[in-house]
Nanobody
């Protein structure tokens, strides 16, 4: 599956964004999907994941209550709604596909190129 993330931008603290991840390939609906982020000089960090059917989700503790992951299998899309943005949310956000729901980056086999989110204080 090929993935392309979009929707990033420059936002003031407290603002919101919706990131989108478009997938191609016939097997999209069978994959769990995740979002990860990487800030400059930092390691890649798990953000959120959703099961293939959308019934189960995982969130990093740092984003619980502010970030919401969803998917539309008919449209082959995954979304990440980000509310109450903080400067520490600044990072490149990547979407990724895995065969099962997991927070482990190494278990994701397909990655999108990322979209930049910059939060100004």
């Amino acid at each position: 599956v090929q993935l392309q993330a979009s929707g990033g931008g420059l936002v003031q603290a407290g603002g919101s964004l919706r990131l989108s991840c478009a997938a191609s390939g016939r097997t999209f609906s069978s994959y769990a999907m995740g979002w990860f982020r990487q800030a400059p000089g930092k390691e890649r960090e798990f953000v959120a994941a959703i099961s293939w059917g959308g019934t189960n989700t995982y969130y990093a503790d740092s984003v619980k209550g502010r970030f919401y992951i969803s998917r539309g299998n008919a449209k082959k899309m995954v979304y990440l709604r980000i509310n109450s943005l903080k400067p520490e949310d600044t990072a490149v956000y990547h979407c990724a596909a895995a065969t099962s729901l997991t927070v482990v980056a190494g278990s994701y086999h397909s990655w999108g190129q990322g979209t930049q989110v910059t939060v100004s204080s």
